[in-house]
């Protein structure tokens, strides 16, 4: 990716428009993913400009199949002009906002991004933030997964935020830039996370989320989580892979079956330098096959323990105001037995579809290390097992399930569990996604 600033990237050979300088990433060996460069300090931003009439035509990037480029930093409108008449690329990459972006953006402006979609380019927005927690790359995420994902949804209310004062509207795709990285499981977990709070937040503020990372790591762990229930699911995947192919072929890093319907990106070929319509542009080539879509719909409910008509326990449970970790003004509580004994939360959900589940407890030493949750499924009761005695006061996520229309017993705490210590019933949070 285009994320460090060098000099003398752009030159005019015929046209007289003088073109602003890029960076570029630190080559990678042919066959293998862009690897990361030294991070440089950008130049001061433009001020977001008035909205009225200034506003990029329709979702960007869109509906759209073929090739495309991008560099650190938006061109004049003289370099595009020039490509868009002379080159094969009708799509271009633009860093819109992250702590880490590195380039001055002079000219990346509402009125820019207006004339450019207006003329028939298609935009492909760039959040540069956050990276793994095992990578070289600053700032980093959090390596614990909850604060991860937090940092993952405070990334995605920026990202849109950018967009927004740009004019690059709802249902436009948000594509995070994480930089390849050496993966290990505490590290994988950390970033699907991280994408996880991404996907979720994006799709409230009505933008479809994609990412960006190098086929060696991002994209081989996204997609290898791709049936994962505990994250969420990228709407777009953009893969570094410098193989010189113009396709969106994933090879061995992502199979065929993955983001398969017109969700795909490739940067195959990095840090080229060429020459259309007489301007000279150091850049990076990408092929694109992805379309427009519409966000699901936000819509969440939590239920408390002490929800009226949401919540029903046998005469074993009892209830407790003890933890200021608690949701609400107490919660419920019992002794593991070898019997089910389920204390059920009860719902209405809008339609059958993919819901995130996370519960809320308080957490303590003398509770259950593995305290059984039952996930109502359309195919039947899931369970999955928390350890009550750490993460508590907080949402905690058990993963994305179907649940079906309608009114009923969702999620359920059972008594039956291998553990040791005080299984307890709370509150559950269910959101559509």
């Known amino acids: ?86 080159s094969p690329y009708r799509a271009v990459g633009v860093y819109i906002s992250g702590g880490s972006r590195t380039c001055a953006q002079p000219n990346l402006t509402a009125t820019w991004v207006a004339d450019q979609t207006r003329k028939g380019w298609r935009l492909i927005p760039i959040e540069l933030g956050y990276q793994a927690p095992c990578g070289t790359r600053t700032p980093k995420m959090s390596a614990d997964p909850a604060t991860a994902r937090g940092q993952g949804r405070t990334a995605a209310d920026s990202a849109a935020a950018a967009a927004a004062a740009l004019g690059i509207g709802a249902g436009s795709t948000l594509y995070n830039d994480i930089e390849q990285y050496p993966s290990n499981a505490s590290c994988r977990a950390a970033v699907l996370s991280f994408l996880s709070g991404w996907v979720e937040r994006l799709h409230t503020r009505g933008y479809l989320a994609g990412m960006y990372s190098s086929g060696s790591s991002g994209i081989t762990d996204v997609c290898a989580a791709y049936h994962d229930t505990r994250y969420l699911r990228l709407d777009q995947i953009w893969i570094a892979w410098w193989n010189g192919v113009a396709d969106t072929d994933g090879g061995t890093y992502c199979a065929d079956d993955r983001y398969a319907d017109q969700q795909r990106l490739h940067q195959y070929a990095g840090d080229v330098t060429e020459t259309w319509g007489g301007v000279t542009m150091k850049i990076d080539r990408n092929y694109l096959d992805v379309r427009a879509g519409t966000p699901p719909a936000s819509w969440s409910v939590t239920v408390d323990n002490a929800t009226a008509g949401g919540f029903t326990a046998g005469a074993a449970w009892g209830t407790s105001a003890y933890s200021a970790q608690r949701h609400g003004a107490d919660y419920r509580f019992a002794a593991p037995v070898a019997s089910s004994d389920v204390a059920w939360f009860r719902t209405t959900l809008p339609a059958t579809g993919a819901y995130e589940v996370s519960v809320w407890y308080p957490a303590d030493p003398g509770y259950n290390d593995r305290t059984p949750y039952l996930v109502a499924t359309t195919t039947g009761n899931r369970s999955v097992a928390v350890d009550q005695r750490t993460g508590g006061g907080r949402w905690v996520s058990l993963g994305v399930f179907t649940l079906a229309a309608g009114t009923g017993d969702k999620v359920g705490v059972s008594r039956w569990s291998a553990g040791t210590g005080y299984v307890v019933a709370d509150a559950v949070r269910i959101t559509r996604i």
């Open 1 to 86: 990716m285009r994320a460090i600033a060098t000099a003398l990237t752009f030159l005019t050979v015929v046209a007289a428009t003088a073109v602003p300088a890029t960076a570029s990433a630190v080559p990678a060996r042919a066959g293998t993913p862009a690897a990361a460069g030294t991070p440089a300090v950008a130049g001061p931003q433009p001020a977001a400009e008035s909205q009225s009439a200034l506003a990029a035509v329709g979702p960007q990037p869109g509906t759209f199949t073929g090739k495309g480029f991008d560099t650190c930093t938006a061109p004049s409108q003289g370099a595009m002009d020039a490509w868009l008449a002379a």
